[in-house]
């Protein structure tokens, strides 16, 4: 049975209570533009698992996830609430999010700048297939294909120095920006999966409030983890 350690939970606690705290006041929220907001009401799941590993942000997730079923039942802020009371949608996916951002940070960390330009091309690559497929247009996708060759290219570019100059930073970035798009991804899915939105829809929500709040989710996680690691704790020098 695995066991926690009460620096891994004290962890779990504070950054529960940080989510909870973003879905209940809604500051999770942040208006981006022609009526949309962008969501970072999962970044401390992200944070969790980056800091103390996938156990602790699968915890993070749960929580996470109850509580926005709770409130979507209790509290619905629009119409569109009332399908997150299904566990499916709100709670399920949540669950993977901590898993997945652990992953590609140790990936990212273990594999160098090939592995790193390899997972960055391959999400530069899913994203112009998705607007090119939500365009529906020949012409659309051979302009995806060139913004992908000049993506990449400038992708390899500036991952190389990142790479060099930063490479922790470049792994939490990382992190952020798969731990965004598994919730994305998941919740999209599931809600699609349970015929609560067409396809389409999900695919343009996702194509639209993906990019902002992977940005979002990569500065916010690593302004935190870099500051959070600079604080000892009291019992030793351990440091989180």
Request: net charge positive; hydrophobic share 60%; proline share 5%.
């Amino acid at each position: 049975m695995m066991k926690l350690r009460t620096q891994e939970i004290a962890v779990a606690g504070v950054l529960s209570a940080i989510a909870v705290l973003l879905a209940v006041t809604r500051l999770g929220f942040i208006p981006f533009f022609a009526g949309i907001s962008i969501t970072v009401m999962h970044v401390p799941v992200v944070i969790g698992a980056v800091v103390s590993g996938p156990v602790v942000g699968t915890l993070i997730g749960l929580i996470f996830g109850l509580s926005s079923m709770i409130l979507a039942s209790v509290a619905p802020s629009g119409p569109g609430d009332v399908f997150f009371t299904d566990p499916l949608v709100s709670v399920l996916p949540r669950l993977f999010i901590g898993v997945a951002a652990w992953g590609a940070y140790r990936l990212t960390r273990s594999a160098g700048k090939r592995g790193t330009l390899a997972v960055g091309g391959v999400l530069l690559g899913a994203v112009v297939l998705a607007v090119a497929y939500t365009v529906g247009t020949a012409v659309a996708l051979l302009a995806g294909v060139g913004v992908a060759v000049a993506g990449l290219a400038l992708l390899a570019l500036l991952l190389r120095q990142a790479a060099q100059a930063h490479p922790e930073g470049l792994a939490l970035s990382v992190a952020a920006v798969v731990g965004t798009l598994t919730n994305t991804l998941l919740v999209l899915s599931a809600l699609v999966a349970r015929g609560y939105i067409p396809g389409s829809l999900a695919l343009t929500v996702g194509v639209t409030n993906g990019p902002p709040e992977m940005v979002a989710a990569a500065v916010i996680t690593v302004a935190v983890v870099a500051a959070w690691r600079q604080v000892p704790l009291r019992s030793g020098r351990a440091r989180v």
